[in-house]
């Protein structure tokens, strides 16, 4: 099967950089997946890591390490508006699964 | 552009009586996705069709089933509702057939269910 470990909560101030980090096990790994949503909302997608190293969109980056099944969200710059929960996902034997999510709480 | 639309957003339900989710998206999407979300547990994959004409199980598929109705719509049905499917549901649809391999889900806004 497969399965994520992600922290419950994190938080921080207005500005500063924030690092969530998602484990995971799973068999035929294809990707790790990111995904943001607000209370009451939908799940909406932020990036994607097929290969080992960092991606880059604006002020969110995302890590993948596939020899050590890790994989983190970095935030920088936080606003007030990031204040969510993130998801890792991951793509192994088609299904995808998705862990319990990060609450991330930012204080101004 | 709607995306992915769903109806009801809400609905309240007695235990034992059935109903149908529906979801629809106009982006010529080939996957679709149900899945149901509780508090704590994050979203779990209930079907998936990964084209039209195609099935198959997800994590927890029991007391669930789907129709894939044409390349637009998936519906989720409960036949026995039981207070252990109150949830929130997303229906989600991704461009590719062979799994996400890096393609987005674009979700819908939810229904959420209540079964008393």
């Known amino acids: 099967g497969q399965s994520l470990e992600q922290p419950s909560e994190v938080t921080a101030v207005e500005g500063a950089i924030v690092q969530i980090n998602c484990t995971y096990q799973t068999s035929g790994f294809y990707g790790l997946s990111w995904y943001q949503q607000h209370d009451g909302g939908a799940p909406t997608f932020l990036s994607y890591n097929a290969l080992d190293g960092l991606e880059e969109t604006g002020r969110f980056s995302s890590f993948l390490s596939r020899s050590d099944s890790y994989g983190y969200l970095l935030l920088q710059e936080l606003q007030m508006k990031d204040s969510a929960s993130y998801f890792c996902a991951v793509e192994g034997s088609y299904i995808p699964t998705f862990g319990r999510g990060t609450s991330l709480i930012v204080h101004p | 552009n709607a995306g992915v639309t769903q109806t009801p957003k809400f609905q309240v339900l007695k235990t034992g009586q059935s109903m149908t989710l529906q979801c629809a998206q106009d982006?010529?999407?080939?996957?679709m996705y149900w899945y149901r979300q509780d508090p704590g547990m994050g979203l779990r994959l209930i079907y998936y069709?990964?084209?039209?004409?195609?099935?198959d199980k997800g994590e927890v598929p029991n007391g669930y089933n789907v129709s894939r109705l044409n390349k637009r719509e998936f519906s989720l049905r409960l036949e026995s509702a039981a207070p252990s499917q109150t949830s929130v549901y997303f229906c989600?649809?991704?461009?590719?057939?062979?799994?996400?391999?890096?393609?987005?889900?674009?979700f819908g806004p939810g229904t959420r269910l209540t079964v008393l």
């Open positions: 069709s990964a084209s039209e004409g195609t099935t």
């Open positions: 982006m010529n999407h080939n996957s």
């Open positions: 989600a649809s991704s461009p590719g057939t062979s799994g996400l391999r890096g393609n987005e889900q674009f």
